[in-house]
C-alpha cells in the first residue's frame, strides 16, 4: 500500500457485450478521500463501469487498479474483501429480513470481522447493536420501530439509507453509489447530501454515478463525464458542463426535463 | 456403414422424442416434466384402441394422439395455467402428475412385456448393404416430415407464428395482442401430441414398458440441455450428437452405459456451459 | 351498495413478539408455556413415540421409517427453502450415506455407531463435493442436474459393478436392542431439526437466508455465496447422509434402491404437505405420508399415485402447508369487526 498514489485507477477499460460496446476505453484516477462523480445520459455505461470496477463483470479489456493493485477480474466478493464497496441502482435489500440485520449480513464477512465493521465498532458490541448504532447515524430513529420493521416494508428513502449502511457496516476504503439520489424527493436529498459529506469526511473515498447533477456538484469537486461508453471528459463541475460535448450528449436534453 | 446409418436412425428417434420437450419449453418457458408420461401414456391408449376396441391400426394411432393432446390440454388447464411463472412449481407438479400417470398405467395392470404395438410392414430395406427394416425407415420418415412440417407451420401458418414470436419475446407478443395464455395452452397440447407421435412410431420396435416413460423423460432433458433449454436449431443438432454417442456406446461399449452416457451430457453440460451448445446469451444470466 | 352491514374478520397477533420476530416479551408464565407447549408436545411425543408402539412391531418400524423420511424432508427443506436450491436428488444423500455406512461396517469392521457417525460426516463431504460443480446453477437447472446424480449413481453401479452391483451389500450389522435403534434415530431427528433452526437463527443461518433473497448484495458485502451455499450443501447432506446410514443399519443391507426415485419425490411431497420453510413442517408432513404408504401398500404403486397426486394438487392450490397455517392459526386471535 502506497499513501501517495491514486487509490483507484482505471486503465483503458472496455466492456464489451457481443457487438455493443458498453465501455469503450476509459481510464481515470481516483484520490484518496477525493468525491468523484460519473455523469452521462442513460444508456452511457455509467452501471457497467461500476459492475467492472466491483468485479461483477470482468472487462473485456484495461485493468482497473486499487492501491497500484492489480484487481482486474477479481471475483466480486474478493473486490468487497479488499475495501470496494457498491450501492445497487435498483436496491436489493433482503426483503424479509428486519432493516438492521440487513446490516449484520455484511458485518458478518470476513473483511468486518477483520476491521471490526464501520470504525471498529464490532469489536467490542456484539453485531445487532453495531448494525442498530449504523442504522441510527444514517437517520433511522432508534426507538422507533422503523429499524425492527421488514426491509421490504420500508419506503425508497430509507431503503436507499439501508443500501448505505450496508455498503458502510464493511467498514470499505471506497464507496461506490450508484444512483443514490434517484428516485428520492427533493427534501430527502438534502438531507442525503450532508450525510454523504459526512462519510466523506471520516475518510471515505466515494465514488457517485448521478442524474441529479445540481446536488452532485455539492459534493463532487471533480466529475466524469461519459457518453456512449467513452469518456468526454474529465475536470471540476463548472468545466466538465461548460465542455460542448457534454452539454450536447446530455444537459441540452436533460435541461428541460429539471 | 453401420454406424451411420443406425446412428442416424438413433438421431432421429431421439429427436422425436425430445422435440415436444424443446417445443413447450420453447414457447411457453414451460417445462413439462409429465413429456416421459404422456409418451407412454399414447402407447398404451394406442395398443387399447387396437386390442380392446378393434379399431384399425391408423383410426387407433390417430386416436391416441388425440388423446394425448387432449392430456397435455388439460393438464395446462388444471395445473401448469395455475401456476404459470413459478417455474419450480410447474417442474414438481408436471412431474408428479407424470408420476401418478406411469404408476397409475403400471396399477392398472399394464406392466410391460406383453404389450406390443404392430410395425407397419416386416420388411427389411438394403441401404450400402446394411439391413434396414421398414419401421426404422418409418421412424426416419416421420422425424424427416416432422421437420418440414414445424418449419412450415412456424414460418406460414398464423398461430405457429404467434407461437415464434411468444418465444422470442413473450412481453412484447402479448403487448401485440398474442395471448400467451391461449398459446400456452396450444404449446403444451401439441408438445403432448409430439411425444405421442414419438410413442407411436417408436414402441413398434420393442414393446411398450413403463420404464421407457422415465428414460424418454431423461433422453428429452439430454436433448434439450445439451443442445440449450428453448432453442429448437439446438435441439436438432444435440439429438444426433447424442444419438451417434449413443449408438457407438452400445456398439463398442456395454448397452447399461448408453443412459450412463446421457446422464453425464446433462451434468458435464450444466456445468461447463449451462446455456447449451446452441443455447441464447439470455440463458447464461441463469449462472451467477 | 350492499344492504347487509359490512363485516370483516380481523386478525391479531397475540403480543408476545416484541419488535423483531426473534424478541419475545414474556411476562407470564402461561405465555411461556404458549410459546414452549408446541415445541414440548412435538419432542415429548417423538421420545414416547416407541414406547407407545412398542406393542406393535410392525408400527414401531413404521415409525421409524417416518424418521428416516423426515430428516431427508427437512434437508429438502432446508436446502430448497432456506438457501433457494430445489434439489430433485435426496437420494443421492441418502445414498451416498447408505454405501458409505454399508462399505465402512462390512470391510472394515466398524460398529454401527461409529459407521454411522462416520458416514454422516464424509458422505456429506463426499455429496456437497460432488454437488459443488453445479452450485452456479439457479432454479430449473440446478433441479434438472440433482435428478440426474442418483440416477448416475445407479447406471454406474449397475453398468462397472462397483459396491457390489446390483446386489449391494448384505449382511450389515444391526443394533444391539430395539431401544437404542429407536432412540438413536429420533434423537438425530430431533438434534437436526432444531439444531439446524438454531443455526438459522444465528447470523451464520442469517448469511444463508439472505443469500436465498438477494445474493448479489450478500457479493457486495464480501462475502463469497459459493461459499455460503457450499457450507448449507454440506449441512444438507450431513442430515441425508445420516438417515441413508441409518437406514442401512436398520435394514442390514444396501442396494440400488437407496437411489430410488422415491426418496427424493416423497420428500418434497411431505415438505409441501407439512409446510415449507419451517423445518418442523416436513416432518408433520412425512408423519402423515409415511402411516398412508403404508396403508396402501397392498396396493402396490397406487400408492405412488395418490401422494403424486397430493403433491400436485398442494403445489397447484398453492397451499402453505399444515404447519405454516396452524402456526398462524395458534399465533393469532381472530373475530369479526363491523366495518
Not at chain 1, 416494508?153 to 439509507?161: A, E, F, N, S, V
Request: glycine share 12%.
Amino acid at each position: 500500500m502506497s499513501g501517495t498514489g491514486p487509490i483507484l485507477e482505471l486503465r483503458n477499460v472496455s466492456m464489451h457485450f457481443g457487438g455493443i460496446r458498453a465501455v469503450e476505453n476509459v481510464s481515470f484516477q481516483v484520490e484518496p478521500g477525493e468525491v468523484v462523480g460519473i455523469i452521462g445520459p442513460n444508456g452511457s455505461g455509467k452501471t457497467t463501469l461500476i459492475n467492472c470496477i466491483t468485479g461483477f463483470l470482468k472487462p473485456t479489456r484495461g485493468k482497473v487498479l486499487f492501491h497500484g493493485r492489480d484487481i482486474t477480474g477479481m471475483p466480486a466478493h474478493k473486490v468487497a474483501q479488499l475495501g470496494i464497496t457498491r450501492t445497487f441502482q435498483i436496491m436489493r435489500p433482503y426483503h424479509s429480513l428486519p432493516a438492521y440485520k440487513n446490516l449484520v449480513v455484511p458485518l458478518c464477512s470476513p473483511r468486518a470481522r477483520r476491521t471490526g465493521g464501520w470504525r471498529g465498532g464490532g469489536r467490542h458490541g456484539d453485531r445487532d447493536t453495531v448494525a442498530l448504532d449504523i442504522l441510527e447515524e444514517l437517520g433511522f430513529e432508534r426507538d422507533s420501530r422503523v429499524p425492527y420493521q421488514a426491509a421490504g416494508t420500508l419506503p425508497t428513502g430509507y431503503l436507499k439509507r439501508l443500501e448505505l449502511g450496508r455498503c458502510l457496516a464493511l467498514n470499505p476504503e471506497v464507496l461506490i453509489c450508484d444512483e443514490v439520489f434517484s428516485g428520492l424527493s427533493a427534501s430527502e436529498i438534502a438531507s442525503l447530501v450532508p450525510l454523504i459529506r459526512r462519510i466523506n469526511e471520516q475518510g471515505l473515498t466515494i465514488l457517485m454515478i448521478e442524474h441529479r447533477l445540481r446536488e452532485l456538484f455539492q459534493v463532487a469537486r471533480r466529475v466524469v463525464a461519459l457518453s456512449y461508453g467513452e469518456k468526454i471528459t474529465e475536470g471540476p463541475p463548472e468545466e466538465v458542463t461548460a465542455h460542448p460535448k457534454v452539454r450536447e450528449a446530455y444537459l441540452g436534453s436533460e435541461e428541460e426535463g429539471c | 456403414m453401420d454406424i451411420v446409418i443406425y446412428g442416424f436412425i438413433q438421431s432421429v428417434a431421439l429427436l422425436l422424442m425430445a422435440f415436444g420437450f424443446s417445443l413447450v419449453y420453447g414457447v411457453s418457458r414451460l417445462p413439462n416434466f409429465a413429456h416421459g408420461a404422456l409418451y407412454v401414456l399414447t402407447g398404451f391408449v394406442a395398443w387399447a384402441f387396437v386390442n380392446r376396441a378393434g379399431w384399425p391400426y391408423p383410426l387407433a394411432v390417430v386416436g391416441a394422439l388425440a388423446v394425448a393432446g387432449l392430456a397435455g390440454l388439460l393438464l395446462y388447464q388444471f395445473v401448469l395455467k395455475r401456476i404459470r411463472g413459478m417455474e419450480m412449481s410447474e417442474v414438481i407438479a408436471s412431474y408428479a402428475i407424470g408420476l401418478a400417470i406411469l404408476e397409475g398405467l403400471r396399477w392398472w395392470g399394464f406392466r410391460g412385456g406383453t404389450h406390443a404395438l404392430p410395425t407397419v410392414s416386416d420388411g427389411v430395406a438394403f441401404l450400402f448393404d446394411v439391413p434396414v427394416d421398414h419401421q426404422r425407415l418409418l421412424v426416419v420418415g416421420v422425424g424427416a416430415a416432422l421437420l418440414v412440417g414445424i418449419w412450415a407451420y412456424t414460418r406460414f401458418s398464423k398461430a405457429g407464428l404467434a407461437l415464434r414470436a411468444i418465444a422470442q419475446d413473450e412481453r412484447a407478443a402479448m403487448m401485440l395482442g398474442i395471448d400467451s395464455d391461449r398459446t400456452g395452452m396450444l404449446a403444451v397440447a401439441l408438445g403432448s401430441a409430439l411425444a405421442g407421435l414419438a410413442a407411436v412410431v417408436i414402441f413398434p420396435l420393442g414393446s411398450i414398458v413403463i420404464e421407457e416413460g422415465y428414460k424418454v423423460l431423461i433422453y428429452a432433458l439430454a436433448v434439450c440441455v445439451v443442445g440449450g433449454l428453448g432453442s429448437w436449431v439446438g435441439t436438432v443438432l444435440a439429438s444426433f450428437l447424442l444419438g451417434f454417442a449413443q449408438y457407438v456406446t452400445v456398439a463398442y461399449g456395454k448397452p447399461h452405459y448408453q443412459m450412463v452416457v446421457m446422464l453425464l451430457a446433462i451434468v458435464v453440460t450444466l456445468v461447463v456451459r449451462p446455456s447449451g451448445l446452441f443455447g441464447r446469451q439470455k440463458s447464461l444470466e441463469e449462472r451467477v | 351498495m350492499n344492504a347487509q352491514p359490512q363485516r370483516r374478520k380481523e386478525r391479531i397477533d397475540r403480543g408476545i413478539k416484541a419488535r423483531a420476530e426473534t424478541i419475545y416479551a414474556l411476562s407470564s408464565l402461561e405465555e411461556l408455556a404458549y410459546l414452549l407447549g408446541p415445541r414440548l408436545l412435538f419432542i415429548v411425543g417423538f421420545l414416547a413415540l416407541p414406547l407407545i408402539l412398542a406393542p406393535w412391531p410392525y408400527w414401531h418400524r413404521v415409525a421409524l421409517s417416518v424418521c428416516v423420511l423426515g430428516l431427508v424432508s427437512v434437508s429438502f427443506d432446508f436446502l430448497a427453502n432456506q438457501v433457494g436450491l430445489v434439489s430433485l436428488g435426496g437420494a443421492f444423500f441418502f445414498g451416498v450415506g447408505g454405501y458409505t455406512a454399508a462399505l465402512l461396517n462390512t470391510a472394515w469392521g466398524l460398529p454401527p455407531v461409529l459407521a454411522i457417525g462416520l458416514a454422516t460426516v464424509v458422505g456429506a463431504g463426499i455429496c456437497a463435493v460432488l454437488i459443488a460443480p453445479c452450485l452456479p446453477l439457479r432454479g430449473i437447472y440446478f433441479a434438472i442436474v440433482t435428478l440426474m446424480y442418483p440416477l448416475l449413481m445407479t447406471r454406474i453401479i449397475e453398468a462397472a459393478d462397483i459396491l457390489g452391483g446390483t446386489e449391494g451389500f448384505r449382511g450389515i450389522t444391526g443394533f444391539s436392542s430395539v431401544w437404542t435403534e429407536a432412540y438413536g434415530l429420533i434423537l438425530g431427528l430431533l438434534v437436526g431439526v432444531f439444531g439446524l433452526r438454531r443455526y438459522l437463527a444465528e447470523d451464520a443461518g442469517l448469511v444463508i437466508r439472505a443469500v436465498k433473497e438477494n445474493d448479489q448484495s450478500v457479493r457486495a458485502s464480501g462475502i463469497s455465496v459459493a461459499g455460503v451455499r457450499f457450507k448449507a450443501l454440506y449441512l444438507a447432506g450431513l442430515l441425508g447422509c445420516f438417515a441413508g446410514a441409518y437406514y442401512v443399519h436398520m435394514y442390514r443391507s444396501v442396494g440400488i434402491s437407496a437411489f430410488a426415485l422415491d426418496l427424493s419425490i416423497l420428500p418434497i411431497a411431505a415438505t409441501v404437505i407439512g409446510g415449507g420453510g419451517t423445518l418442523v413442517g416436513p416432518v408433520i408432513g412425512s408423519l402423515i405420508l409415511v402411516p398412508l404408504s403404508e396403508v396402501l401398500r397392498d396396493f402396490g404403486s397406487l400408492r405412488i399415485v395418490v401422494y403424486s397426486l397430493v403433491l400436485a394438487g398442494f403445489v397447484v392450490f398453492r397451499s402453505e402447508g399444515i404447519l405454516v397455517f396452524a402456526t398462524r392459526k395458534y399465533q393469532q386471535f381472530e373475530r369479526w369487526v363491523e366495518v
